[in-house]
C-alpha cells in the first residue's frame, strides 16, 4: 500500500461523502418545493371554497334583504326580527381565512357583516321595546315608522351595496381558480 493509494481511499471517500451529501441537499430541496406547491395549491382551494360560501350566503342575504323592504313597503310595517345568516364569513373571519382575500374585498365584505349586524341589532331593540313605555298607544305608531324609516334605509343600503360585494366575490374566485389551473399546468 502506498501513499498514492491512501491519498486514493481517502480521495474517494470524501467524494463519495460529498455526492451523497450534495444528493440528500437536492432531495431536501426538491420536498421543500413540492411542499411549498402544494401548500398553495391548498390555500388555493381553500379560498376557493370559502368565496362560493360566502358568496352564497351573501346571495341569501340579498333576498332577506328584498323580502323585507317588500314586506315593509306593502304593510309599513315590519315589527319582527330581521336575522342575517353569517356562519360563512364568521367561520372564515375566525379561521384567519379571510386574510387570503385582496384586502378592499376583505374590508368590503367586514362593512357589509357590520351592517347586517346594525339591523339585526336595531330590529332586535325596536322588538324589546315591544309592550314598554317607550311603545305605548300613543307613542307606538309614531315610533314603529320612525324605526321602520331607519331600519329600511340600512336595508336600501345593503341592497345597493351587496351587488357589488357579490361581485368581488366573484373575482377572488376567478383569481383564485385561474391561479389553481396556472398551477396544475406546471406541475404537469
Do not use: C
Request: no cysteine; hydrophobic share 45%; net charge neutral.
Amino acid at each position: 500500500m502506498t501513499v498514492a493509494d491512501v491519498v486514493t481511499g481517502i480521495l474517494g471517500g470524501l467524494i463519495g461523502v460529498a455526492l451523497t451529501l450534495l444528493g440528500v441537499i437536492f432531495a431536501f430541496g426538491l420536498t421543500l418545493e413540492h411542499d411549498r406547491n402544494k401548500k398553495k395549491a391548498e390555500e388555493k382551494e381553500t379560498r376557493i371554497r370559502i368565496a362560493k360560501a360566502i358568496r352564497l350566503e351573501l346571495e341569501a342575504n340579498l333576498k332577506i334583504v328584498g323580502m323585507n323592504r317588500e314586506k315593509q313597503a306593502r304593510e309599513q310595517k315590519t315589527g319582527l326580527l330581521i336575522l342575517f345568516p353569517s356562519g360563512a364569513y364568521l367561520s372564515a373571519l375566525n379561521g384567519g381565512f379571510l386574510s387570503l382575500f385582496d384586502p378592499q374585498v376583505q374590508y368590503d365584505l367586514g362593512a357589509t357583516y357590520t351592517e347586517f349586524k346594525w339591523v339585526e341589532t336595531v330590529s332586535a331593540r325596536v322588538l324589546s321595546m315591544m309592550g314598554g313605555v317607550d311603545m305605548s298607544m300613543s307613542n307606538y305608531a309614531e315610533n314603529m315608522k320612525a324605526f321602520q324609516v331607519i331600519i329600511d334605509k340600512q336595508m336600501e343600503r345593503l341592497q345597493e351595496e351587496i351587488p357589488q360585494v357579490l361581485k368581488d366575490m366573484e373575482s377572488e374566485l376567478m383569481n383564485a381558480e385561474e391561479k389553481r389551473h396556472l398551477m396544475g399546468s406546471r406541475s404537469r
